[in-house]
């Protein structure tokens, strides 16, 4: 099984949101490749699911990232499309609140499969 590690220090995440970005409707997911994780451990996949205060109260944001976070982990069960060599970060936007689970799930999918698809 393959483990999610979020990042934890304000330097990761910066560096991150200045590289790629795809956006949705249903998150913004912005990527760059991680030299870190090809050399140590391959059952580690670093992404991080952030929300922002806009969005609702502290219910309604957790069940967000509680869907996204599902979502990838059915993608990563099933088709294999997501590199574990890449650090993403997703933020969530309302949407994923008000619609059904299948069409996150194949949202998720679609983008991961368009980050494979690109040269970074």
């Known amino acids: 099984m393959i ?23 249903y998150f913004n997911i912005y990527f760059d490749t991680n030299l870190e994780n090809s050399k140590k451990n391959k059952k580690v996949l670093n992404i991080s699911f952030v929300m922002k205060k806009k969005l609702g109260n502290a219910v309604k944001r957790n069940k967000i990232k509680r869907k996204l976070k599902a979502a990838v982990q059915k993608v990563l069960r099933e088709k294999e499309t997501v590199d574990l060599n890449r650090t993403y970060v997703i933020f969530g936007r309302n949407n994923v609140y008000k619609d059904k689970f299948h069409l996150v799930c194949s949202e998720i999918n679609d983008v991961f499969k368009k980050i494979n698809q690109m040269k970074i």
Not at 6 to 11: H, M, P, V
Not at 14 to 24: A, E, M, R, V
């Open 3 to 25: 483990k999610f590690q979020s990042l934890n220090q304000s330097k990761k995440f910066q560096n991150i949101l200045k590289k790629k970005k795809i956006n949705n409707k």
